[in-house]
């Protein structure tokens, strides 16, 4: 019996999708001393894991906690953000998985907010250096009790372990980003 012409192509297209949709990584920090430099000339150097945190520290200022490679605990701008990560546990999110999506709740100043993160998906995109590289798109919808709206979004890097991109913006028109330039080991 004779298959027809197009089975081997459309099953090699089927194997394709099946292929990339069962991409996974699990949770893992850079390794020691690797130093992750952003457009904004800031760079931060990997210094270790404890659990699903990741030991860092910003060149020129203090140690900092990054939970799941998402959240970092004092943030940017020295708040503790403890509470936060402690309500959403994005560590549910591991290991990542297209599709996986966990939704958490956090109340503060007399508000509530709702949060749905989601792996929208595995890519491969631009990464530092101009060079193609695979990620996972991870995406935080961020909603208040009086219509407050934002969306954040990391690109995961499994062969760097690392956020290599984020871009975060809001209902009132606020935005900002921050890109991986060049990382060295």
């Not at 959240?71 to 998985?97: H, K, Q, V, Y």
């Amino acid at each position: 019996m004779r298959l027809p012409a197009f089975l081997p192509v459309l099953s090699a297209a089927l194997l394709g999708a099946v292929t990339a949709s069962a991409q996974t990584m699990e949770f893992a920090c850079p390794d020691p001393g690797t130093t992750f430099t952003y457009d904004s000339g800031v760079k931060v150097v990997a210094r270790g894991r404890s659990g699903m945190d990741c030991n860092m520290e910003r060149v020129g200022g203090g140690p900092f906690k990054l939970r799941a490679l998402l959240f970092d605990n004092p943030s940017a701008d020295g708040n503790d953000t403890s509470a936060f990560i402690a309500a959403l546990r994005p560590e549910r999110l591991w290991p990542l998985e297209a599709g996986k999506k966990i939704e958490a709740s956090y109340k503060i100043g007399g508000g509530t907010w709702t949060y749905t993160l989601a792996v929208v998906r595995y890519e491969r995109r631009t990464g530092p250096g101009d060079k193609m590289i695979d990620t996972f798109l991870i995406e935080m919808n961020e909603t208040g009790d009086k219509g407050q709206r934002s969306v954040s979004r990391w690109w995961i890097a499994p062969s760097d372990k690392f956020a290599i991109r984020y871009d975060f913006s809001d209902g009132a028109g606020k935005a900002n980003r921050a890109v991986v330039t060049e990382i060295t080991r």
